[in-house]
């Protein structure tokens, strides 16, 4: 019985992931602080990955505290 259920269930999933997969690769694809996409050769600057490094350390010190 489990394995039919199994089955039928990854069928239907399979199927559903064939119909809608251009909206689950949007859903999955990284976005950038305006709501697109991100390019794959995006590289950040360097003040930017320090920007976020002090945000991260702010972050860590707050949960620390607490």
Same mark, same amino acid.
């Given at each position: 019985?489990?394995? +039919?259920?199994?089955? +039928? +269930?990854?069928? +239907?999933?399979c199927r559903l992931y064939e119909q809608n997969g251009g909206q689950l690769q949007h859903l999955v694809q990284p976005k950038n602080s305006f709501g697109g996409s !991100? !390019?794959? &050769?995006?590289?950040? &600057?360097?003040?930017e990955l320090q920007a976020q490094k002090e945000r991260l350390e702010d972050m860590i010190a707050e949960l620390q505290v607490k």
């Open positions: 019985m489990g394995l +039919v259920s199994g089955t +039928v +269930v990854g069928a +239907v999933g !991100q !390019q794959l &050769s995006y590289q950040p &600057s360097v003040e």
